[in-house]
C-alpha cells in the first residue's frame, strides 16, 4: 500500500518534472524539526499559477509548519524548496512577500483596532511627497481598498471602520483582496473555512476561485476534504508530519480523500465504536427497564 | 493593480455616499476619538478649579499649569508613542536625570563646551533606549522586567557615577563654563506673550505633540507603530519591521528625556543624582488618562498631552485653591482609575460589530 502511494508520488512528479521551470512553487523532500522534535519530513509538492493546491491533514499533521516555511516565518532544514525552479531559503515573511508570497493566517493577519483601509496597506503603505514631508496618501488607498474589495465582491460599508467589527468572512476576504492587490503570485490560505459557517464558507471558497482565476497559485490548508475538493486541482495528504499521498483530481474521489485523511481503517474503527456506544445505551435502557419492573412488581 | 488604473469610471463610482453609511454627527466623530474621554475630563477639571479658585484664570497661573504639563507632557509624547506600540519604560523617570547628569559632568570633566556635552547627552539618551528596545526584544521580557530592571541600575550609575566622578550627590556647576548661556536659552528661557512669561518648555511641548501626532496618523511609521502594538504577528506577517519599529520607539522615549534632562539642567546648573524616581509613573498616568490603551494598538499624541495637561492643572489648581497639596496623589489615582474604565468601554466599542 506504502510503495504504492510513494511510486503515485513520484509518477506525479515526474509528469511535472519537464515543465519544472513553469511550476510556481515546488518542494523536494522538505523538512522541518524543532529540536529532537521532528515536524515535517520529506513532504513533495508543487503549485501552478491558475491552480489550486489543497493540503490536507488532521490536527498535528504539520500543515501549519508547512506554510510557515512557504511563507518565510520559518526555515526548512532539509529537502529542497525552489521557486521558479531556482533553489531558495526565505528567511522572513517580507522576502517571501517581495517573492511573491502572500498567507493569509488563520488567526488573519490583521490588526482588529485599525480601520479596514490601514489594514489593507499594512507594510505597503503608500505615500506622496519626499524627504522629511513623505505622507501616506489617504484618500487614495481608502479608495483603492474600497475599490479592490468591491470588485472580490465584497461591499463594505465604510472603510474608515476598524476592521475587528466586520465578521471572520469578510475579514478573510479582505485579506485574500489584500494578497491579490499586492501582486502574490502564491496565495497560502491557512485554514480560511475553519471557524466559519457554513454560508460564509462558500463565500470563502468563492474567493478562493476567483484568486485563482485572477493566475494565482493557491494553496488552501484545510482539514474539511468537503472544502477542498470541489475547488482543489491537487491534493497533498498530510499525516504526522509525513506526505501520506499527494493526488491531482483525476486521481481521487471526495470519498477517497476523505478515507485517505482519517486513515480508512481508523474511521471503520471509530464508526465501531460510535456503533458500540449505541448498543450500550440501548442495554442500558433495557436494564433500567428490567430494574423497575422488578421493583414495582 | 491594473484594474485599479484602468479603471477611471469604476473609481469615480467607489467614493459615492453608500446608503448604510449613516451620516455621521459631528459628536459620532468626536466619541471615537481617543483622546475624547480625557478631554471631557480636562474642561470638567478646568472649570472647576475656575469655580473654587477664580484666581486659576488669571494668565500668569494659565502659564504655570503649563509650565508645569509641559514638564511631564514632554516625555509624555513618547510615552504615549511607545504605549501604542504595546510596550511601556519604567527607566524613563530615571533616565532624564541620567541625560543632564551625562551633559554637565561631560562638559565639567573634560571642560569642554556645554554643547559638546549636550550633543554626548543626546547620544547616551538615545543609547539608553536603543538598550532598552534590543534586550527586549533578544529576551522576549515583558517591558515591564525590562524597563524595570533598567531604572533600578540607571538610578544606581546615577548616584555611583556623580559622587564617582564629582564627589557630591549633585553635578557641580557648570555655568561658568562656555555656552552655558546660550543652552539656557534653547531649554530654559522664558518667551513674553503679552506681559506674560511663558517657558519655552511649553512651545517644545506643543510643538513635539504637533510632530508626533503627524508621524502618527500621517506616516508609514505610525501606521507600524499602531500594527505593533495592536497585533505584533500580524504586523510581522504582512512585513511590518517589528522590531526596528519597537527598538525605534523606546529611542524616541530617550530623546524626549533627553529634551527634558537638558530643561533640567539648565533651568538651574546643576542636577541632583537621586531625582527623578517615581516620575515615569506621572508620565505613563498622562498617556493613559489621555485615552492610550495599557495593552497598545490605541491611543494618541493629542491624548497624551492632555493628560499632562490634567496633571498639570490638578497640580497647580490645588494650590490655587488653597487646599493641602497632600490630596494631590488621590485625585490623580482617581483620575488614572476614572480614564482607564473609559478607555475599557471605548476599546469594547471599537472592537464589536454593531
Same mark, same amino acid.
Given at each position: 500500500?506504502?510503495? +504504492? ?7 506525479l512528479?515526474?509528469k511535472l518534472e519537464p515543465k519544472i521551470s513553469d511550476n510556481l512553487l515546488t518542494l ?17 509538492m508543487v503549485v501552478d499559477p491558475g491552480k489550486v493546491t489543497c493540503v ?14 512557504i ?10 524548496f525552489s521557486l521558479h525552479g531556482s533553489?531558495i531559503?526565505?528567511? &522572513?515573511?517580507?522576502?517571501a512577500l517581495?517573492a511573491g508570497i502572500a498567507a ?20 505597503? @503603505? ?23 474589495? &468591491? ?15 466586520? &465578521? ?8 485574500i483582496?489584500?494578497a491579490v492587490y499586492f501582486g502574490a503570485k502564491v496565495l497560502i490560505l ?17 474567493y478562493i476561485l476567483q484568486a485563482r482565476d485572477r493566475g494565482l497559485g493557491v494553496i488552501f ?10 475547488v482543489g486541482d491537487s491534493?497533498l495528504?498530510?499525516?504526522?508530519? +509525513? &506526505?501520506?499521498?499527494?493526488?491531482s483530481k ?18 471503520? @474503527?471509530?464508526?465501531?465504536?460510535? @456503533? ?5 445505551? @440501548? ?15 | 493593480m491594473s484594474s485599479?488604473?484602468? !479603471? ?16 455621521? !454627527? ?16 480636562? $474642561? ?11 484666581? %486659576? ?26 504605549? $501604542?506600540?504595546?510596550? %511601556? ?21 573634560? =571642560? ?20 532598552? =528596545? ?15 530592571? !533598567? ?25 561658568? $563654563? ?8 534653547? %531649554? ?72 527634558? =534632562? ?14 527623578? $524616581? ?24 493629542? =491624548? ?47 472592537? !464589536?460589530?454593531?
Open positions: 500500500m506504502k510503495t +504504492r502511494k510513494n511510486k503515485k508520488t513520484e509518477d512528479l515526474e523536494k523532500g522538505v523538512g522541518k524539526h524543532y529540536g529532537s522534535i521532528i515536524a515535517l519530513r520529506g513532504v513533495d490536507l491533514g488532521d490536527n498535528g499533521a504539520g500543515k501549519s509548519t508547512l506554510i510557515k516555511i511563507a518565510g516565518l520559518h526555515q526548512h532544514d532539509e529537502g529542497e533553489a531559503k526565505l528567511k &522572513s515573511p517580507r522576502v517581495d493569509v493566517y488563520q488567526d488573519l493577519a490583521v490588526v482588529p483596532l485599525m480601520p479596514i483601509w490601514r489594514n489593507f496597506f499594512l507594510g505597503s @503603505e503608500l505615500t506622496t511627497g519626499v524627504g522629511l514631508f513623505k505622507k501616506l496618501d489617504v484618500q487614495k488607498m481608502k479608495d483603492i481598498t474600497k475599490q479592490e474589495l &468591491s470588485d472580490m465582491g465584497i461591499d463594505l460599508r465604510d472603510v474608515e471602520q476598524p476592521i475587528g467589527q466586520l &465578521s471572520g468572512g469578510e475579514r478573510q476576504c479582505v485579506a483582496a489584500r491557512d485554514e480560511p473555512t475553519a471557524a466559519l459557517g457554513v454560508k460564509q464558507s462558500g463565500v470563502v471558497l468563492r490548508i484545510t482539514h474539511n476534504p468537503h472544502h477542498a475538493y470541489p491534493f495528504l498530510l499525516k504526522r508530519g +509525513r &506526505s501520506i499521498g499527494y493526488y483525476s486521481e481521487i474521489t471526495v470519498e477517497e480523500l476523505t478515507a485517505q485523511m482519517a486513515g480508512g481503517a481508523e474511521l471503520a @474503527e471509530l464508526a465501531h465504536e460510535l @456503533e458500540q456506544l449505541g448498543g450500550h445505551d @440501548e442495554e442500558l435502557a433495557e436494564a433500567e427497564a428490567g430494574a423497575n419492573s422488578q421493583a414495582t412488581a | 485599479i488604473t484602468a !479603471s477611471p469610471s469604476q473609481k469615480r463610482k467607489s467614493p459615492a455616499l453608500d446608503e448604510r453609511v449613516g451620516k455621521k !454627527s459631528a459628536l459620532s466623530i468626536l466619541l471615537g476619538r481617543p483622546e475624547i474621554g480625557a478631554l471631557v475630563g480636562a $474642561i470638567a477639571l478646568f472649570v472647576f478649579f475656575a469655580v473654587v479658585a477664580p484666581v %486659576f484664570l488669571a494668565p500668569a497661573s494659565l502659564a504655570t499649569v503649563l509650565y508645569g504639563a509641559s514638564t511631564i507632557g514632554i516625555m509624555a509624547v513618547g510615552v504615549s508613542l511607545l504605549m $501604542i506600540g504595546g510596550e %511601556f519604560d519604567l527607566s524613563t523617570g530615571v533616565a532624564v536625570i541620567s541625560s543632564a547628569l551625562s551633559a554637565s559632568m561631560i562638559s565639567w570633566y573634560f =571642560g569642554l563646551n556645554v554643547w559638546v556635552g549636550i550633543a554626548l547627552a543626546l547620544v547616551v539618551s538615545l543609547l539608553i533606549g536603543f538598550i532598552n =528596545g534590543i534586550i527586549l526584544i533578544k529576551t522576549k521580557l515583558p517591558s515591564f522586567i525590562v524597563t524595570l530592571a !533598567s531604572f533600578l541600575m540607571l538610578t544606581g550609575l546615577n548616584l555611583g557615577l556623580t559622587r564617582a566622578i564629582g564627589g557630591s550627590v549633585s553635578s557641580p556647576s557648570i555655568a561658568d $563654563i562656555e555656552g552655558f548661556q546660550s543652552a539656557k536659552a534653547v %531649554f530654559a528661557s522664558s518667551v513674553n506673550i503679552a506681559g506674560i512669561d511663558v517657558k519655552i518648555t511649553v512651545f517644545i511641548w506643543i510643538a513635539m505633540v504637533i510632530i508626533a501626532s503627524w508621524i502618527l496618523l500621517r506616516t508609514k511609521i505610525g501606521n507600524w507603530i499602531f500594527a505593533v502594538g495592536g497585533d505584533e504577528k500580524a504586523a510581522r506577517a504582512v512585513g511590518v519591521p517589528v522590531v526596528r519599529t519597537k527598538i525605534g520607539l523606546f529611542m524616541a522615549v530617550g530623546f524626549c528625556g533627553w529634551v527634558l =534632562g537638558m530643561h533640567n539642567l539648565f533651568a538651574f546648573d546643576s542636577v541632583q543624582s537621586g531625582e527623578g $524616581i517615581g516620575n515615569e509613573f506621572l508620565y505613563i498616568i498622562a498617556a493613559v488618562i489621555g485615552g492610550c490603551l495599557l495593552t497598545g494598538g490605541y491611543g494618541s499624541a493629542i =491624548g497624551g498631552a492632555i493628560g499632562a495637561f490634567i496633571f498639570g492643572m490638578a497640580n497647580k489648581g490645588i494650590v490655587y485653591a488653597e487646599w493641602n497639596p497632600d490630596w494631590f496623589k488621590f485625585f490623580l489615582g482617581l483620575m488614572l482609575l476614572l480614564a482607564t474604565v473609559v478607555n475599557i468601554v471605548v476599546k469594547k466599542r471599537a472592537e !464589536s460589530s454593531k
